[in-house]
């Protein structure tokens, strides 16, 4: 399911919210315009909307998968 907040993101954080919707993760916006992803039983991850470092949405996504592996 593609978001409306998405419409104006870079293809990085297109891919990002991609694959966390794959695996399971529920992706909000806040009021600060930054992401929030979600999933029960783990722990929230955050991350900026308009990210200023090309490696930033490869972060992220290592994050999503950390949290997947501290929760099992």
């Known amino acids: 399911m593609r978001n409306r907040f998405l419409r104006g993101c870079g293809e990085d954080v297109k891919r990002l919210v991609s694959f966390a919707e794959a695996a399971g993760w529920v992706v909000a916006q806040t009021r600060n315009l930054h992401l929030m992803f979600s999933k029960e039983g783990r722990r929230a991850v955050f991350f900026s ?5 090309r490696r930033a949405w490869l972060n992220a996504r290592s994050q999503l998968i950390q949290a997947d592996k501290l929760a099992s």
């Open 49 to 53: 909307g308009t990210p200023g470092d």
